[in-house]
């Protein structure tokens, strides 16, 4: 009767899958741990534990910057919330165009921290608050046909052209800004956003934001023009 070859070479395999089966070997084999060693990259040879240590703090930190990273997005959403919690009331409270875009003034230096804010409204109809109102036909709108065009907004650097008819006299002190149109069916206009800092209003940011507070503005402002 014939015997198996007891001393036929075990594969990787076989190993493997019986470690891996049996997570608790190296409990009843500590003594291996201390014998085992594993190349480094250094090439330096460490042992199993020192690997397994090494694995841990590892696994550790990318936790630790998720977790971190989590925490970030969660601060960020907060303060957002808070400013548009903070827009939507100074809104409110205006009775008047007036009031409304003093408090979206204060609003906007005040917890959006920007230096300069800029509200035109395109409207042939209405002749005070001349630097509110811009006519349709104005040669100065050409500058922002693509934005209004897309309805999108665009953040970054402003052209001189565009900082002019935003920002008047401040214009040569914006080196970044946000665009952002208001598309309504009883309300045209364009929303601007101004700071000192260059990386204030990047190229990248998202549009989301920034969409929801036009929309939040220019429903409150169609309401405010209709009682003037």
């Known amino acids: 009767m014939s015997h198996p070859n007891i001393t036929s070479e075990i594969s990787e395999e076989q190993v493997e899958h019986y470690l891996r089966k049996h997570p608790e070997f190296f409990n009843d084999h500590l003594n291996l741990l201390e014998k085992l060693t594993i190349p480094h990259p250094s090439g330096d040879a460490i042992s199993l534990i020192s690997k397994q240590l090494e694995i841990f703090r590892v696994k550790h930190q990318e936790l630790e910057n998720q977790l971190t990273a989590l925490i970030e997005i969660a601060r960020d959403n907060d303060t957002s919330f808070n400013r548009m919690h903070k827009l939507t009331l100074a809104l409110l409270d205006a009775s008047t165009l007036e009031e409304a875009i003093v408090n979206l003034e204060h609003v906007f230096n005040e917890y959006f921290l920007t230096d300069f804010v800029s509200i035109k409204i395109i409207s042939d109809q209405h002749s005070y608050l001349g630097n509110l109102f811009i006519s349709a036909d104005s040669p100065d709108l050409q500058h922002f046909y693509p ?49 000192q800092e260059e990386n204030r209003f990047h190229y990248s940011m998202g549009n989301l934001f920034l969409t929801q507070m036009s929309e939040i503005i220019g429903t409150r402002l169609i309401a405010l023009l209709e009682h003037n």
């Open 147 to 195: 934005i209004l065009s897309s309805n999108q907004a665009k953040c970054g650097r402003p052209s001189l052209a565009q900082a002019k008819v935003l920002f008047g006299g401040n214009a040569l002190q914006v080196k970044s800004c946000a665009i952002i149109p208001m598309a309504f069916t009883q309300l045209e206009g364009i929303i601007a956003i101004g700071s």
